[in-house]
């Protein structure tokens, strides 16, 4: 596996499990730390941090769905919501693989606190991103369009299994 680098932070974002990375600057630590924490205060049952986040985000989107001017396919809109709007991504740490009017690809390989939480407890990002932070995306997307559907592939794109999570969005009948 080779080391991609997060384009927003410049430093490598799926090293191995128990690989050390270099230091993170100090915001980052702290949404390390206090990721770290709530997955300690889980153990192993992700369904409240699960809660508090689909509370943060359906908060989120009842102050600012006034203000937001998106634009194109639904799932264009939905990608455009929650990865640049919401998550304030820099586009070039999550492109696009596949577009077309109902379904959006994308190869994530942004800094995520989850996944420097995960490798510091030893804690698989394959059962922690699903159970934690899956639906919580599902549910903002919903807000543009129920039909809309969030997924990762979770068997060859997650790190730090993989170089990128590999994340999708559709538009269901």
């Known amino acids: 596996m080779t080391t991609m680098t997060d384009l927003t932070t410049d430093r490598p974002c799926n090293a191995p499990l128990g690989q050390a990375l270099p230091a993170l600057a100090a915001e980052d630590e702290r949404r390390v730390a206090r990721q770290v924490a709530q ?20 908060a989120w989107w009842a102050a600012n769905r006034q203000g937001l001017d998106l634009h194109g396919p639904l799932p264009r809109q939905a990608y455009t919501l929650v990865l640049l709007i919401y998550m304030r991504l820099d586009p070039r740490a999550v492109p696009i693989v596949y577009e077309d009017a109902r379904k959006i690809t994308w190869r994530s ?17 394959r059962r922690v991103c699903r159970a934690a932070t899956e639906g919580p995306v599902q549910e903002l997307i919903a ?9 990762r592939d979770y068997e060859v794109g997650i790190r730090p299994y993989a170089d990128y999570c590999e994340e999708t969005i559709a538009l269901l009948d």
Request: with cysteine.
């Open 143 to 151: 807000r543009l369009d129920p039909r809309l559907h969030f997924s």
């Open 109 to 125: 390989t942004n800094f995520c606190p989850t996944l420097e939480a995960c490798r510091r407890l030893g804690l698989d990002t």
């Open 39 to 58: 997955l300690q205060a889980c153990a192993g049952d992700y369904r409240r941090l699960h809660e508090e986040l689909v509370r943060k985000r359906l």
